[in-house]
């Protein structure tokens, strides 16, 4: 079952920041990823919900080039990555879910690493830091090697390092995986607020039901294939389903003990 | 992406290596330690059994410490290369070159900010033990020290390069103790690091001709000639020219997802 997004063809939806079109990948003679389809718009959460092994983190990787994708076309803020190679990684910030911080190094060292590589001066990337931890709370572990922080922490210190330089798409994969309830509502909550604040278009990977919001845009994402795309009422609707979780269950047929409600 | 992004972004990546070699004191003294026991215990024992005739690029007669100097620093160089690598398959495999790879720069450009880092280092770890063997009574010409940078410059980017080019095409961290057993070892011993090649084609023909064809032999040679400020052309052709092999084919094999896809294709894990 795929359902069309209803923003779609729509003159005053703005452009979408990502798009995947028509995406396949394997690996090996495996199937990972099957024709999948899905746009990502400024100013939104979009939620990729899907069970472990359903191809999320694989798609992740193609967004980010990590992977080549042989099939299907894939734009950041309207530049195909096979047109303009390592160039659309521009607006991109991404939070894999492997952490990558330098455990060696402090809070400031890893963000100032990351602020190079971004090309941001010293003082530009500094008042940038500033502000990124203050509104996660972290100001005050700035001088802090990243091996003394909680996981908690690390994962706050990983999107501040995503936020830096500005992006307008942020790729988030299972950000809150391993985290306490109470950690898990406050990043949430930040993420949604800054798409807002900042009109930044966010793509989530979850299994979590709790973690998407009524107002969200929701791709699940079933053994590499899309199965329904929309907003959560519409997919609850067309699934004749009370809630999201009996949705997906519908969706996803027996996997869905694999999925946290 | 302005040429300051890539002014900024490589001192970025200089200034992480260095802050991580520093932090890693152990690399540090086993780096110093190593070539210090060859020289202090090895180069002692052998000064009186082996004499070394006059050869280019030296005009008189030396001591055997002061003769296997240059071999020594191209060893630390190539543990250093090695160690860059195994470093930079421990960051793909933890995660952490994801951050470098997803950068907006060009893949080679990166991983040569990578690789001059690592010549960063080793060339720190190299004045350290000159230093220190300066201390033990080494004494070489004192412009050799300042002649010989070009030299440890290039024949560093030779070591790092080779390094990436096994970490390109090593699958897995756990292969590559044995890769650098295999690598390390045979290019230091079968060089012209402990003996002059003359010496070793005295002793075996077929041995002679495995030193003359290592890159490491040359390596030697260029740092070699470089502290008596004299240039081995030879030397430089064929340092220059495996960096610039090892260094393409090295950019050309590097895949990031190496170790995701081999874990991937065996099932799923993850999202």
Known sequence: MTMDDTAAGDPRTPQPVLSVQNVSYWYGDKRALDDVSFDVYPGRVTALLGPNGAGKTTLFSLITRLFDAPSGRIEIDGRAASDWGFKVLGPLGVVFQQPTLDLDLSVRQNLRYFAALRGLARRDADERMEKALTSLDMQERIGEKVRALNGGHRRRVEIARALLHSPKLLLLDEPTIGLDDPTREAIVRHIHDLAVADNIGVLWATHLFDEVESKDALVVIDKGRVVARGDVAGIEKETGSDSLAEAFRRLTGDRVEEVAA | ?271
Not at chain 2, 17 to 25: A, D, K, P, S
Not at chain 2, 152 to 166: E, K, N, R, W, Y
Not at chain 2, 199 to 223: D, H
């Open chain 2, 1 to 271: 992406m302005t040429f300051l992004h890539y002014v900024r972004a490589f001192r970025g990546i200089v200034w992480r290596e260095l802050l991580r070699f520093l932090q890693q004191r152990e690399r540090f003294l086993a780096a110093l330690v190593r070539p210090l026991i060859w020289l202090i215990i090895f180069a002692a024992g052998f000064r009186a059994a082996l004499g070394i005739s006059i050869i280019p690029p030296y005009e008189t007669y030396i001591t055997y410490d002061v003769y296997i100097t240059p071999g020594l620093l191209a060893m630390i160089q190539l543990f250093n290369g090695m160690q860059s690598s195994l470093s930079m398959v421990y960051d793909r495999e933890m995660g952490s070159m994801r951050v470098l790879l997803t950068t907006p720069l060009p893949r080679w450009f990166l991983l040569v900010a990578r690789l001059f880092a690592g010549v960063l280092v080793s060339l720190f770890q190299v004045y350290t033990f000159l230093f220190v063997a300066y201390l033990c009574g080494v004494e070489l010409p004192p412009w050799g020290y300042v002649a010989a940078l070009p030299a440890l410059i290039l024949t560093g980017m030779m070591f790092g390069a080779l390094g990436m080019l096994l970490s390109s095409t090593i699958k897995q961290l756990e292969n590559f103790a044995g890769i650098m057993n295999f690598v390390i070892f045979p290019m230091f011993f079968a060089s012209s690091a402990l003996y002059p090649l003359w010496k070793m084609r005295e002793g075996s023909w077929i041995l002679y001709e495995i030193c003359f064809y290592n890159p490491f032999t040359w390596a030697v040679e260029l740092i070699r000639f470089a502290f008596y400020q004299k240039m081995n052309w030879e030397a430089l052709a064929v340092v220059a020219g495996c960096t610039a092999v090892f260094l393409a084919l090295s950019v050309w094999a590097y895949d990031p997802s190496r170790g995701i896809q081999q874990r991937k294709a065996m099932g799923p894990a993850g999202g």
